[in-house]
């Protein structure tokens, strides 16, 4: 990142105040990223976004009060809105889904190594979605198996309608991406070049208005029922 830039301004919410310690003084110790609040609950969260217009959210889903979920939705709504990386410990599936389905540009585990979770930070303040492959997988398993509870977004007919317009080799690599495929697999599977695999990502984020792989995913699935 240029160094001119002013730093990326981070917005911490998680109920457990250990998490957000750990996570400020990470963050913090960053040249490019600066914590501008903290907030223990998605209440809490909401008011902080709006007096400080963070570029970043992280944010937790589940918490006493209003949950992430819920707080996701309405920062969203806000003109120009910060980008919201969710934090999950994986026992929060469904709900890390409907985040992620509102908008949020990606997920990352709070045991994830610090470098990883700094990455991501990075990541979303440019605009580009940072999931976990493994992760994914995850959540699009949680949401489509049996028994879930997650309710579609998208009828089978508009998945249909969506999907029709991409090209054979984009279609091909939306059905990896639901497979849960990782980059370097897609390549493998289809015998093209990880640069590649990346264009027809990011042509499938723009021909399909999705904002991560788990809502390209979601329509895939969508489309086959």
Known sequence: MDSEREPVRVVIVDDDQLVR???RLVIDGEPDLTVVAEAADGDAAITVVDEQRPDVVLMDVRMPGRDGLSATREILT???PPR???LT???S???VLGALEAGALGF????????RILDAVRTVAGGSPALSPAATARVIAAATGPGSSHARGSSREAARKKLSGLTERERET???IADGLANPEIARRLRISVATVKAHTGNLFS????????QIALLVRDAEE
């Open 108 to 115: 990352v585990l709070k045991d994830t190594q610090p470098s």
């Open 174 to 176: 939306a059905r990896a």
């Open 207 to 214: 021909k399909l208005a999705v904002e991560n792989r788990v």
């Open 21 to 23: 310690m750990v996570l």
């Open 84 to 86: 919201v990386l969710v």
């Open 89 to 91: 410990t994986f026992d």
């Open 93 to 95: 599936d469904d709900l």
């Open 78 to 80: 806000r003109p120009a």
